[in-house]
């Protein structure tokens, strides 16, 4: 291509609507256009990334026997009413997009598609024979995300490959699961990205287990904690440790004791001359279901200790039942405006004990009349402790569960872990901690769906059993920005050879320079006809702005038709090292096929 035909803008700045480096850097180079919140044009360069990434994932995929598809994006709501998630979709977690077509049928656009494929799975799966079976699509999905940001990160429009793979049993499910395991990892590595997979959240399905796929950078919105030894990785929401010894208690007999302005562990600690460890805090929630019921939620934790919300969020769909419901709506700390609805009078927030009495909520039928008491375990463990009175300004210390305050029958892991905790496997391992951009997520989901639509297969022996299945996703254009987020420079996009937009740019110094342009038209011809995807910069602009520019596109090799002409040679120059040498013209290419074969590798 050449760049005097190509819709080619760049921009000297950096353009007010972007935070990150990489959202910067393909707005300026001109990769990309917003839209609309959220929404973005992929242009010809861009588009050229993108393309090159599914192909990775296209072929790991295929050669793991999985057949490619394309499944509708526009979506019937009787597909996810009896899937039980057309409520949770559009009214709590709120992400899908729905609307009323002109017969007054509720459609939605796909945010992503079991519903879809297990309708398929029903209709086609007769019987064994015909499994394991595993379908996957590249396509744009829709989410009405809260908060759209970063450019390609975090969409509202966006390019994922998604796979649904069925099973007769599990053991088949976990055989492609680790294939998919190894297909994920070779498309990173492919795709020239440093990343880690780690442990992730599987929601309350349970399931026997997720992976998710992070590229490590700064900017990233997940935590991953690990431990050196490369045994353990997990995401933060899902991670576990051993908490940290809590320190002898400096009380010994029970005392409600005056404590003026401390609601926070930090004041009353410096107040009590304790440690947090010492303490028992009581933190207030507010869960409502499915059923528009709302519980009211008191958690019990270690003073040092933080509530990790993705834990608690599980949790509280598992106790669904319990208040007839299915699942959850939101799940809030209350503030002033929400605690008006149920409290009967001012909570003593700050102060509150584990055994605040249930008539501070004016129930109604739509108001639980009691409190959900859970106790996280590290407060299970606590003696003579120090906790809330139910009163403004006072504590109570030395207390005992099982003396004055009953332990909540309800002991969870609720716990956040955090950076230098010890880990489960070996506590002299502690846990370290890095940003992470999540890339790809595979997913062993069992019978959840197969069973909620009737999904089944009838067995060797003609028994009709649901179908086991596992859903495994990428990201395909947040993949192609986090590389731009692991790989630049002050001057510009470094792309990795895989996905690069093009192998090799021709820098024309001077274009009416007959000779330079000659050489770069053979050249341009040449490197192109034996595959070397080559760009040839043939504008009429000064030599100083087609460098600056091929600087931020980031193309790996630049080829400049300059001064060693004379010698009968080019200077090669290679991005990301900014190492240059002159090579004679006919060795340009076999010398570039060379370069980009060892990168591919
Ligand atoms: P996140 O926690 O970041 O919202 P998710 O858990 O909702 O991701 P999945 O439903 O597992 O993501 O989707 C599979 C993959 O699609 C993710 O791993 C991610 O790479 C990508 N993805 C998800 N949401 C977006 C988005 N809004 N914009 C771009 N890519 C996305
Ligand atoms: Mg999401």
Request: charged residues 25%.
């Amino acid at each position: 291509m050449r760049l005097s035909q190509m819709l080619f803008v760049t921009l000297r700045e950096d353009p007010a609507e972007a935070e990150i480096p990489s959202h910067k850097l393909l707005l300026r180079a001109g990769y990309i256009r917003r839209i609309g919140s959220g929404i973005y044009a992929y242009l010809p360069l861009m588009w050229r990334v993108l393309q090159k990434v599914s192909q990775i994932v296209r072929e790991e995929m295929n050669a793991t026997g999985a057949q490619e598809c394309l499944l509708p994006q526009l979506q019937p709501s009787e597909l996810w009413k009896e899937s039980g998630r057309w409520d949770t979709y559009t009214k709590a977690e709120g992400i899908m997009f729905a609307f009323t077509d002109r017969q007054e049928r509720e459609v939605a656009l796909g945010p992503t598609h079991e519903e879809v494929i297990t309708t398929i799975a029903r209709d086609m799966i007769r019987s064994y024979r015909q499994l394991p079976l595993h379908l996957y699509q590249i396509q744009t999905k829709f989410r009405d995300e809260i908060r759209p940001r970063f450019g390609l990160m975090r969409g509202r429009e966006f390019i994922m490959k998604d796979g649904y793979s069925f099973h007769p049993d599990e053991e088949s499910l976990k055989k492609t699961y680790q294939d998919m395991y190894q297909a994920y990892s070779n498309m990173m590595r492919r795709s020239g990205l440093k990343f880690r997979p780690v442990e992730a959240d599987s929601g309350a399905i349970g399931g026997s287990g997720s992976t998710e796929f992070m590229i490590l950078a700064e900017a990233g919105e997940d935590e991953v904690l690990y431990t050196e030894d490369g045994k353990y990785s997990a995401n933060g929401e899902k991670a576990v440790s051993l908490p940290p010894d809590a320190e002898p208690s400096p009380f010994t007999s029970y005392e409600k004791r005056e404590t003026p302005n401390t609601p926070t562990i930090e004041n009353l600690c410096k107040f009590l001359k304790c440690s947090a460890t010492n303490v028992v805090k009581n933190v207030l929630y507010q869960v409502v279901y499915d059923n528009g019921i709302t519980v009211l939620v008191l958690v019990s934790i270690r003073g040092d200790q933080d509530i990790n919300e993705v834990k608690l969020n599980n949790e509280l769909v598992r106790l669904a039942s319990q208040y007839n419901a299915k699942t959850i709506l939101s799940l809030t700390v209350p503030d002033t405006d929400a605690q008006k609805k149920w409290a009967s009078k001012p909570l003593p927030l700050g102060y509150i004990a584990p055994d605040i009495a249930d008539d501070y909520i004016q129930s109604t039928k739509d108001i639980a009349p009691k409190f959900l008491r859970l106790v996280d375990q590290t407060a299970v463990d606590l003696k003579n402790f120090v906790t809330g009175s139910n009163e403004t300004d006072y504590h109570v210390v030395g207390a005992n569960w099982g003396e004055q305050f009953q332990l909540p029958k309800l002991v969870v892991d609720v716990r956040k872990a955090k950076i230098g905790d010890r880990s489960l496997h070996d506590p002299n391992q502690t846990l370290q901690s890095a940003r992470g951009i999540e890339a790809g997520h595979i997913f062993q989901l069992g019978t959840k769906y197969s069973k909620a639509m009737g999904a089944t297969y009838t067995n060797e022996q003609g028994e009709e059993l649901p179908l086991y299945m596992g859903c495994y996703g990428v990201g395909v254009s947040r993949l192609a920005q986090a590389a731009v987020e692991q790989s630049y420079d002050k001057d510009g996009i470094i792309w990795p050879v895989a996905i690069a937009p093009y192998h090799a740019i021709i820098t024309v110094p001077n274009v009416s320079d007959a000779e330079q342009m000659q050489v770069a038209e053979k050249l341009y011809t040449e490197l192109n006809q034996v595959g070397i995807e080559t760009l040839l910069d043939d504008r009429n602009e000064r030599a100083g702005v087609k460098f600056k520019d091929a600087d931020l596109v980031g193309i790996p090799y630049r080829i400049v038709t300059g001064r060693s002409l004379k010698e009968g040679k080019v200077e090669v120059v290679e991005r990301a090292t900014r190492k240059s040498q002159e090579l004679p013209l006919d060795q340009v290419s076999p010398t570039l096929k060379e370069w980009i074969q060892s990168a591919l590798k």
